[in-house]
């Protein structure tokens, strides 16, 4: 079969969720979307670059999004931040309303001038008794750590909903699969980053969102 001569290049652009750096690289979840969008758009060449950055904030991401994102010229790029912005280190912290201005800048940054279009991941559940910030006083007053993460869930759930962008709510997915299992299978001991296991679960979520994007069912 010959195939489309204008390949489909996606970015994932987030933080270490996105990076999946604690996984061999076949594993990790940008890498499984692509083998399954090649699966099926075998008459297109798709490349997927995962620009993740371990340890990201959004703000730190966007000083990062013309060399990291929009020197490949994608044609879609995936959005991952939000449990870094939550840190209690006064200088890094990042205000879920600052968080929102970041999704609106990213968003315009890489739509600019092209037809390049964005989908929003949510922040993956985290669980607060395995997590380094547990019992941290930032977040005393909002149920611990996941509790607070939720502002910049609920804010990537709003922007996608007043801008018509599509979403893949990862935080819901997974943590569906942690109230019916437990944590164990997806998340690693650290309380944060995602498993094997995990990651074939995202990636089986954002391959769908993007194949909806480009109208195969």
């Known amino acids: 079969m010959t195939m489309d ?5 996606i970015v994932a652009f987030g933080d270490s969720i996105t990076l999946a750096g604690r996984q061999p690289e076949d594993r990790r979840w940008p890498e499984i979307v692509r083998r399954s969008l090649a699966d099926r ?8 670059i995962n620009a993740g950055g371990g340890g990201n904030t959004s703000r730190e991401g966007l000083q ?3 060399q990291d994102v929009c020197s490949h010229a ?18 890094r912290h990042v205000s879920p309303g600052e968080f929102r201005d970041n999704l609106a800048q990213i968003h315009a940054r890489v739509s600019h001038g092209s037809a390049c279009r964005t ?6 559940p985290l669980i607060d ?28 759930l709003d922007y996608a909903a007043a801008h018509s962008l599509p979403v893949a709510d990862i ?27 995990a ?14 994007m480009e109208g195969v069912g």
Do not use: K, M
């Not at 019992?135 to 607070?148: L, M, V």
């Open 64 to 66: 990062r999004i013309d």
């Open 171 to 197: 935080h819901g997915l997974l943590q569906s699969a942690i109230d019916r299992d437990g944590p164990e299978p997806y998340i690693l001991p650290d309380g944060v980053h995602l498993t094997e296991q």
């Open 119 to 124: 989908a929003l991941l949510t922040f993956p």
């Open 129 to 156: 008794e395995w997590h380094a910030w547990n019992g941290h006083e930032f977040f005393s007053h909002d149920g611990g750590i996941n509790a607070y993460i939720h502002r910049y869930r609920n804010a990537v």
């Open 74 to 91: 994608p044609d879609i790029v995936t959005v991952q931040f939000g449990g870094n912005d939550a840190t209690p280190e006064p200088e």
């Open 41 to 48: 758009l075998s008459d297109r060449e798709i490349r997927v």
């Open 5 to 9: 001569h204008d390949p489909l290049t």
């Open 199 to 212: 990651n074939g679960l995202v990636a089986e979520r954002v391959t769908e969102a993007i194949l909806e």
